[in-house]
């Protein structure tokens, strides 16, 4: 069963970081792109940055950039979001997503494996 497992989820205040983390079982993403979409409540998910197979290139939405980085271990079948400078408008339910077309994610934002999500809520 292939499975994408987020964990680093938590609470913080305004201004404060959190990492999120992604691991991956069940196959190998290291030929995949991988990426974080968002949901707030009442809000239609939102993409977040996605990264291509190599970790060469990566692509964020222009209300991350700059204080959201997203990097990938292929050794560890994982990927990873820090995120900086954090805002209230960031809570959200964070979801890991891979697709072996990195394209599919970041320009069509759709995916062939989900994660469950990790709550992050940043207090103002």
């Known amino acids: 069963q292939v499975q994408l497992v987020e964990s680093g989820g938590g609470l913080v205040q305004a201004g404060g970081s959190l990492r999120l983390s992604c691991v991956g079982s069940?196959?190998?993403?290291?030929?995949?792109?991988m990426g974080w979409f968002r949901q707030a409540p009442g809000k239609e998910r939102e993409f977040v940055a996605a990264?291509?197979?190599?970790?060469?290139?990566?692509y964020y939405a222009d209300s991350v950039k700059g204080r959201f980085t997203i990097s990938r271990d292929n050794a560890k079948n994982s990927v990873y979001l820090q995120m900086n400078s954090l805002k209230p408008e960031d809570t959200a339910v964070y979801y890991c997503?891979?697709?072996?077309?990195?394209?599919?994610?970041?320009?069509?934002?759709?995916?062939?494996?989900w994660g469950q999500g990790t709550q992050v809520t940043v207090s103002s």
């Open positions: 997503v891979a697709d072996l077309d990195a394209s599919r994610i970041y320009r069509d934002y759709r995916g062939e494996y």
């Open positions: 069940g196959r190998t993403f290291g030929g995949y792109g």
């Open positions: 990264i291509r197979w190599s970790g060469a290139t990566t």
